[in-house]
């Protein structure tokens, strides 16, 4: 996780963090090659993006445009949330599940936050009853996409999806190039629906080049990369006899918090030594590097929250002493590790 906090982002500065695969959460612009969904999951990070210009809507999509238009009124203006938001966005929250902000104003970052992007809105209402709105960051040439929420009353008439293609349609109207929805997870299907929209590109994780959606292949993504080398590493100390065990590292993401970044491992999954003495060595894989890095280390339990007001959670991963080296191959490694417990 690669993360900044700029003090102002400007139309034209937003085109270009979404451009590099980075993408706005709270009032800070992230980058990552992986997420751990659920607490569980280690998934690939893959961003994505709809050409609007080359964008022919699906007769599916066409006909859910023209019914929320008979059925709703529908404005574009700049960001202006208010109680009626709010309600809404508590009763969508209760809806869908997951840990969220407890409000709009969190959820954007903040006060200060809100003051330093271009964040527009769409507001859907039936017989002046807020039905459902959106929020997205508006680029010169580039729409980012933050939240579609809903009256989960309305839940039928699919306005999150909805929200999303008029996003698409205002970037349209307004002559731009791209529509930026986030990220997919491959091996999750919950988040495919963005995929839905039609013209859909992804950010190559090795090349760092947009390619249409469909030349992705799910067998050469990075986290399966790291699940086969750290699986031969594996292997390979215990044949040598050494016993080890793949974790995930949930709080990978915290390596950047200035607090404790010197000492939190910043891979999302590693292989743990068992030692008869601390520390214990510590495999990960540096996966835009290809090579395996070996640390010296510990685990442990981190208390956490992941929202202001969400339950206190113990979570575990590990934390680093010092830096042995890096190894291309697992069998340097091994030779390694086993000289580390000799």
Known sequence: MVRSTPDTVTRDALDDYLARGWFRFGGTMRTTRFTVWEERHLRSTIWTRTDIPALQWSRSNRRLLARVRRDYDIQVHPLDVGPEHEALYRAYCEHVGGERPANLTDFLGGEEAIDCYDTQQITIRR???????????????????????????????????????????????????????????????????????GAMQFLHPDSDVWQPIESLEHTVLPDQRMRNALDRIGRGLGRAGVRCRRMLNPLFELAESPVISERMVAEPMLVMVNSNRAPFPIITWNDPDRVYELWTGLPAVIRHRRTWDGPERSTGTALIQGEVGRFHTASELSEAVKGLLA
């Not at 008439?157 to 986030?182: D, F, I, K, N, T």
């Open 127 to 197: 017989d002046g009853r807020l039905a459902g709105f959106s929020l997205f960051d508006a680029g010169n040439r580039s729409i980012m996409s933050l939240l579609g929420a809903f009256d989960p009353t309305h839940s039928r008439q699919s306005l999150g999806m909805a929200s999303m293609l008029l996003e698409v349609e205002h970037g349209r109207e307004r002559g731009l190039a791209w529509h930026y929805s986030g990220y997919v997870l491959p091996g999750e299907p919950r988040m495919d629906y963005k995929l839905r929209v």
